[in-house]
């Protein structure tokens, strides 16, 4: 992102944004007594804080309002049965009718007493420490922090530099109608974390949302609108680029993440949720598993059609087309336009490449049939949890000759000392070679076919799978004890790369 790019920058940003935090918290602490009488009197007309010349950005204030009424209409029914967005409007608000006004605005900052999992509110942020700046995009500045007591979390604020924001203030020059403008995009994401819950999507931990009156009061002058925060858990960005060079079981972990994660939105407690911009800076990694962090441009609506022309999916290089339903809607569209972007961002780029030779032909047919779009979430899901089947039980490696065994010597209980290491193609480590194996026998053939391996240890340490890490090398000083070991030495090493 380009706030990122320039060190110094970054730096400078940062700073800005523990000295906003700092002076937001403060404020808000100072407002915490007085917030029932602040000055603020809207009867909830939003438009009546603007001057009038700003009708068009009071329309898309509403605009944004109604977008986020239908994800709090079924609140309270949600699939674990909690009222989820009690939070932003209390447990017994109403969704006005469509053109009607929409309710006071006070009655979208914090509310007490929350249940569920989105238990923290403002009062967690008072001892926050900013650590550092974790991503930014065109809406949203994400800061990894510590909370009180030292839990790592990322806070999640509007991106005041961010470009959203200066389009708005291009446009209406209005710093306080503009923060509220995009601040909607946060207050959805926040709306649909609570009702997405599942492993693959990042865990909303709690959320603060200011009085939107009090700011003025307090002099802090040009920034608008309630300050609203998001507390997620810390991922890590997504490094594309990274998981290029990472064994297979680590991009195939990914894409099967993906491949769950889009099962789920499409029979979601909310319909069928489509991301529109859906692309690998979305997501982010939590110990291992893949989670999508920007749900701003997600949509539960599939589009209405009245002829099948007007059920067509656009791609850059693909159109598909689908019909349009009886109840005149595209049904199945949104799981489509997920499944094929998982197939042009994700798979064409993790799936094939270095795939175990026993399931490419199953990997190949995953790519054919999401290229094309010939299978559903659900038979894309079967595939992928086959695969994993194979992959774990070591059935994909039928053909391994158990004889090759024969030609190492095991020693148990030990491990190597003053290695002497070799690097290979997608190894775990950058300086030696570290792979994957389902067992011995699988990790003598790789050895065998490395010219400069004499030997390899098993240590007990394991990916995710289940499979064992095993470390080859070209040669050693001495063996050492250590029970979790077992070191396997080639028995006619060729003469030469014999090191031992
Ligand atoms: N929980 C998190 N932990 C670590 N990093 C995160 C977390 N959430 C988001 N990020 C990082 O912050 C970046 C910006 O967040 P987000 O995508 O929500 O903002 P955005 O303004 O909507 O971005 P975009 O312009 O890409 O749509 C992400 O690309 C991601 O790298
Ligand atoms: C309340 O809102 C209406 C518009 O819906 C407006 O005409 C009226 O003046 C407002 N009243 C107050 C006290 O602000
Ligand atoms: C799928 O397979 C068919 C037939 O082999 C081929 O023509 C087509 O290009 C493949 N599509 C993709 C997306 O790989
Ligand atoms: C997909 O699987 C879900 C259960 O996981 C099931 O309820 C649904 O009917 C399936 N859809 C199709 C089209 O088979
Ligand atoms: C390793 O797994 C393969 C495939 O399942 C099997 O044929 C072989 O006997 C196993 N080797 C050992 C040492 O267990």
């Known amino acids: 992102m380009p706030l990122m790019g320039n060190p110094l920058c970054a730096a400078a940003l940062l700073a800005f944004v523990v000295i906003s935090v700092l002076v937001s918290l403060l404020i808000g602490s100072l ?10 009197v809207s009867n909830g007309t939003l438009g009546e804080e603007f001057a009038p010349r700003h009708g068009e950005l009071i ?16 609140a ?4 674990r049965g909690q009222p989820s967005a009690s939070s932003l409007f209390p447990q017994q608000y ?3 009718a469509a053109d009607s006004d929409l309710g006071p605005r006070s009655e979208l900052t914090d509310g007490s007493g929350l249940t569920g999992v989105d238990e923290m509110g403002c009062d967690s942020l008072v001892d926050v420490r900013a650590v550092d700046i974790l991503g930014s995009g065109y809406t949203k500045l994400v800061v990894r922090v510590f909370l009180s007591e030292d839990q790592p979390a990322a806070l999640k604020f509007v991106n005041e530099q961010g470009s959203d924001m200066e389009k708005c203030l291009q446009e209406f020059e209005d710093p306080r109608g503009c923060y509220e403008l995009v601040s909607y995009k946060l207050k959805k994401e926040i709306v649909l974390l609570q009702r997405l819950q599942h492993p693959n999507i990042i865990k909303l931990r709690g959320h603060c949302m200011e009085d939107a009156g009090g700011g003025e009061e307090e002099g802090e002058g040009e920034r608008g609108g309630g300050r609203v925060t998001a507390i997620l858990e810390q991922g890590h960005p997504l490094q594309m680029i990274q998981l290029l060079q990472s064994p297979w079981e680590e991009r195939f972990k990914v894409c099967l993440d993906l491949v769950r994660l889009l099962h789920f939105l499409s029979r979601s407690p909310l319909g069928s949720v489509a991301l529109l911009d859906f692309q690998p800076r979305q997501f982010v990694t939590v110990s291992g598993e893949l989670k999508l962090t ?3 441009d997600a949509t539960v609506e599939e589009p209405a059609c009245q002829t099948d022309a007007d059920c067509t999916l656009q791609f850059p290089h693909r159109h598909f087309s689908l019909p349009c339903s009886a109840r005149g809607v595209c049904e199945g569209l949104n799981e489509k336009r997920n499944l094929y972007n998982a197939y042009r961002y994700f798979f064409t780029y993790l799936l094939p490449h270095q795939a175990p030779p026993g399931l490419t032909h199953l990997v190949d047919h995953i790519m054919n049939s999401t290229g094309e779009l010939r299978a559903d979430i659900n038979q894309t899901l079967e595939a992928f949890e086959h695969i994993l089947l194979l992959y774990k039980s070591g059935l994909h490696l039928d053909n391994l000759p158990p004889s090759i065994l024969k030609d190492y010597t095991v020693m148990h209980g030990m491990r190597t000392s003053g290695s002497v290491e070799y690097r290979c193609w997608l190894s775990y480590t950058h300086q030696g070679c570290v792979l994957s194996v389902h067992n011995a026998t699988e990790a003598a053939s790789i050895c065998n076919s490395h010219s400069q391996c004499t030997t390899f240890c098993l240590t007990g340490e394991r990916t995710w799978s289940g499979r064992h890490l095993a470390s080859f090398y070209s040669g050693f000083s001495s063996l050492v004890p250590d029970g979790m070991s077992e070191v396997y030495l080639r028995k006619a090493s060729p003469p030469e790369t014999a090191t031992v």
């Open 31 to 40: 407002q915490h007594g007085s917030k029932a009488k602040s000055g603020y």
């Open 76 to 79: 309270g029914q949600g699939s």
């Open 59 to 74: 329309y898309q204030l509403n605009e944004r309002r109604k977008e986020i009424m239908p994800l709090l209409a079924t």
């Open 294 to 296: 920007d749900l701003d």
């Open 94 to 96: 109403q969704p006005p």
